[in-house]
């Protein structure tokens, strides 16, 4: 007898548990301790109006895209020295059912 298919892991289950804490996904809620994450990927890092970023996404000059969001989910403070995200994953499947969520959140 044979096992069935792991299911993939469910982005949005994953967000609500380990990241809704800090961050919202619309754009009409207030901000939290993190800025809102609806329409991250194709975003100017660091460019939520009147959201206080940590001092080094002021010298952050890119645009979310998966590939940066997997970074910066991996080590946030890796990529982006004095950033505040305290928050690592460490597993690549639960980071990239994230990273698959948020590029809904439109």
Known sequence: ????????????????????TCHTTNASDPARQGPT????????????????????FATAKFKWDEQ?????LTNPQAM???????????????RMAIVSYLKELH
Not at 68 to 72: F, I
């Open 80 to 94: 982006i020295p004095g950033a505040v995200m305290a928050y690592r994953q460490p597993k690549s499947e639960i």
């Open 37 to 56: 994450l609806f329409n991250i990927v194709g975003r100017e890092a660091g460019t939520i109006e009147g959201f206080r970023y940590s001092a080094g």
């Open 1 to 20: 007898m044979s096992l069935p298919a792991a299911k993939p892991a469910d982005g949005a289950a994953l967000f609500r548990q380990q990241c809704a």
């Open 68 to 72: 940066k969001l997997d970074e910066w």
